[in-house]
């Protein structure tokens, strides 16, 4: 069947610049999950939705970062006014209710020049 | 929180021969363990996991152990092929839902 599908496969973008990143989990998975990894590293927690909200958003590196859920499938990562630093492979992953088990997709390679 | 270290940072080996690649974690809380293969560009791949009431779990040529005392938890592959090198992630889930990474093991398997 159909894995995490995420778009774009690559972002290029200016400084301060507003960047949307979409993810399509493995359909019928409740929890969805971001990540964010840096060249040369493992991937960080940033957000977790079960269902249309956010449960846990403790990973989100500030203000600048917002993600929604809002018919609990497709969900968005925004980011605005980018820096530099923001550049990095932004992970989605999926699983089911009451499952550890999470199914990452691609990744978006995103660079902010 | 959680901490994930993870040893060694590279591995060569030649094909036919074993790889270990090993974690330790600090929250004991933690009650799952999965292992990710990472290829150039993609995503990573679930390879194999196991819980904390397990102490050993095999897959064909891949194994995982678990010390719950020690905390710390290992994966061999056994027989490698080329086609088994790329990166390799451990992770744990404390008590809440996310995934805390190591630092991963880059592995070569040479012909």
């Known amino acids: 069947g159909a894995g995490v599908s995420q778009t774009p496969s690559n972002k290029v973008t200016e400084k301060g610049k507003y960047v949307e990143l979409r993810c399509d989990p493995i359909?019928?998975?409740?929890?969805l999950y971001w990540y964010r990894q840096s060249l040369g590293q493992g991937p960080e927690f940033l957000i977790y939705?079960?269902?249309?909200?956010?449960?846990?958003d403790s990973g989100l590196p500030n203000d600048r970062f917002f993600a929604v859920r809002p018919e609990g499938s497709v969900s968005t990562l925004k980011i605005q006014r980018t820096e530099r630093g923001d550049s990095a492979v932004y992970l989605c992953?999926?699983?089911?209710?009451?499952?550890?088990?999470?199914?990452f997709g691609p990744g978006t390679r995103l660079t902010v020049l | 929180g959680e901490n994930v270290e993870q040893h060694p940072s590279t591995l060569s080996v030649q094909e036919g021969d074993s790889a270990v690649i090993k974690c330790t974690y600090s929250?004991?809380?933690?009650?799952?363990f999965p292992w990710y293969k990472q290829e150039l560009g993609k995503g990573p791949q679930l390879i194999i996991d196991?819980?904390?009431?397990?102490g050993e779990k095999k897959d064909q040529r891949i194994a995982v152990t678990l010390n719950k005392t020690a905390k710390h938890f290992s994966l061999h592959i056994t027989e490698t092929q080329p086609e088994d090198s790329a990166v390799y992630f451990c992770?744990?889930?404390?008590?809440?839902?996310?995934?805390?990474f190591g630092t991963g093991t880059r592995l070569q398997v040479f012909p």
């Open positions: 992953a999926s699983s089911s209710t009451g499952n550890n088990e999470q199914f």
């Open positions: 992770a744990a889930i404390p008590n809440t839902d996310k995934l805390i």
């Open positions: 939705f079960q269902g249309t909200g956010a449960a846990d």
């Open positions: 359909s019928g998975h409740t929890a």
């Open positions: 929250d004991s809380a933690s009650n799952y």
């Open positions: 196991i819980r904390s009431n397990v």
